[in-house]
């Protein structure tokens, strides 16, 4: 009886890999290109020095950039370097590991489309409300 229970499983297994292998090889291809086609010094002009329409820019700009926390990170450093807020490079991070814009519809598919709608809009507003208190609480410090 169990070993019919896991050939199941595991057809079941099989079955949901071919469904979302496709998508997830696609999602990976188009995280790539959009990090490798955003050049960094892209960003120094976006940005604008307001300490309320940064975050806004960081936060859309970090969305869109998906990526792993290791890159957003080094990519956040290098802002820093070039003289943006840390309330806007914050957001960028926040918004960068969290909201998944190009994951979306393989996020859809395996979780379902309302589940990852909602989650990548609190997402979107938790990223720029988390910055701007983050950078507070260290001006308060």
């Known amino acids: 009886m169990n070993s019919l229970k896991l050939k199941k499983a595991a057809l079941g297994l099989v079955n949901s890999l071919k469904t979302s292998l496709p998508v997830l090889v696609g999602v990976l291809l188009l995280?790539?290109?959009?990090?490798?086609?955003?050049?960094?010094?892209?960003?120094?002009?976006?940005?604008?020095?307001?300490?309320?329409?940064?975050?806004l820019i960081g936060t859309l700009f970090g969305s869109v950039a998906a990526g792993n926390p290791l890159t957003s990170y080094i990519i956040g450093g290098e802002l820093l370097k070039y003289g943006i807020s840390l309330t806007a490079v914050v957001a960028f991070v926040l918004s960068?590991?969290?909201?998944?814009?190009?994951?979306?519809?393989?996020?859809?598919?395996?979780?379902?489309?309302?589940?990852?709608?909602?989650?990548?809009?609190i997402s979107?507003?938790?990223?720029?409300?988390?910055?701007?208190?983050?950078?507070?609480?260290?001006?308060?410090?």
């Open 96 to 121: 960068w590991v969290t909201v998944g814009t190009v994951q979306l519809p393989a996020e859809s598919l395996m979780l379902g489309k309302r589940f990852a709608l909602v989650r990548n809009g």
């Open 31 to 55: 995280i790539g290109l959009v990090n490798s086609a955003i050049h960094k010094d892209f960003f120094i002009r976006i940005f604008t020095g307001k300490k309320l329409l940064d975050p």
């Open 124 to 141: 979107l507003v938790m990223a720029m409300i988390i910055a701007l208190l983050a950078v507070l609480t260290l001006e308060l410090l």
